[in-house]
């Protein structure tokens, strides 16, 4: 078998993999759903209450927990193929964050607004993810390019800082709301449905698609300034362009998902380690890795304590700190 075949079949096992999470997280939960009556409700067959539960409550959370996997692992990947450091990701650059405190001042400012608005929530969090992006590529931007060592360590104080401010928003909610943000601030799929799964795939469809057909130009990027510019390839263009899809992806996810941290951080290091690094196998192994980790995150959530709930969010951080750990460990990082 060459290696091209091993890729896809790794690929093929990888999405049987998904297939089979997803089935398994429908269920469980409180009321857990015999394998088979599973299967009946997804052609509508079976006890009414059941294919209530599966159809109406589990499936859609779940999808959308494996769309806002697949959509930050790819923002993921794109930041660490462009700044060229494993670390590189939109929890940590502040991207999650400043798409978080647009939505966040939406609700403050527009409370009554903010269920009947929810298209155009994404939009927001664009604005927000952007104007971190832009700001941290003014202040690493030095000598004629971008300097990776200011544009991560900008990017954590920028975390840090617009985390803050977004606690002290937080407090002055109402507390119903309060309750609902402090769930989102962490990243949770609690009480999404159908909407916010269209919603989410509206807006992650066009990026996705984009950045899968430009694989080859991105391999192309990596070889170097000056072979990349010996191609064809204008350069600094390609980072504007890969770095504004890539505050798209995270944004529209955060919209939804709330801050779901280090799967962008751990499903490209994963992916590389299964199929290498170059992207047209690169970016739809880090999207199904993304998803069977947010699925699975959700599911472990939903079942370690069966009388709480712990978000999604947590349990990831939780799974995915000490790989961050060793990462800081290694040389030249």
């Known amino acids: 078998m060459n290696k091209t075949s091993r890729k896809v079949g790794i690929l093929v096992a990888l999405a ?40 109406q409550l589990r499936l859609p959370r779940i999808l959308v927990g494996a769309l806002c996997g697949i959509g930050l692992a790819l923002s993921g990947s794109v930041l660490q193929s462009v700044t060229g450091n494993a670390l590189a990701d939109p929890g940590i650059l502040g991207i999650n964050a400043g798409a978080g405190i647009a939505v966040l001042l939406f609700l403050v400012f527009f409370p009554e607004m903010y269920a009947q608005s929810m298209e155009i929530i994404p939009i927001f969090a ?17 000598n004629g390019k971008l300097s990776v060592k200011f544009f991560l360590t900008g990017g954590i104080g920028m975390a840090a800082g617009i985390n803050a401010v977004m606690l002290i928003l937080s407090t002055g909610l109402e507390n119903s709301n309060f309750q ?37 130009k991105i391999d192309m990027m990596l070889m170097g300034r ?3 510019v010996g191609l064809g390839v204008s ?23 709330g801050g779901v941290g280090f799967i962008g951080l751990v499903s490209p290091h994963i992916a590389k380690r299964l199929v290498g690094i170059r992207h047209c196998f690169l970016l739809p192994c880090a999207m199904m890795t993304g998803a069977l980790i947010c699925v699975l995150g ?21 799974l995915s700190a000490p790989y961050f750990l060793y990462l800081l460990n290694k040389k030249n990082m």
């Open 298 to 318: 959700d599911a472990v959530g939903r079942m370690v304590i069966t009388s709480i709930e712990i978000p999604v969010g947590i349990v990831v951080s939780v």
């Open 16 to 55: 049987l993999i998904l297939l089979l999470s997803i089935m398994i997280a429908v269920n469980m939960g409180y009321s857990s759903v015999p394998l088979k009556d599973v299967i009946k409700a997804f052609f509508g067959i079976g006890i009414p209450g059941k294919i209530i539960i599966i159809r």
């Open 235 to 257: 350069v600094e263009r390609e980072y504007r362009v890969l770095l504004f899809v890539s505050v798209w992806l995270a944004a529209a996810c955060v919209s939804v998902c």
């Open 126 to 142: 664009f604005i927000g993810g952007l104007s971190v992006l832009v700001f941290l590529y003014t202040f690493a931007y030095r």
């Open 226 to 228: 000056e072979v990349a």
């Open 180 to 216: 609902m943000v402090s769930r989102w601030l962490v990243g949770s799929l609690w009480g999404t449905d159908w909407h916010h799964l269209k919603l989410l795939l509206l807006y992650l469809i066009v990026p996705v698609l984009f950045l899968l057909c430009y694989s080859r």
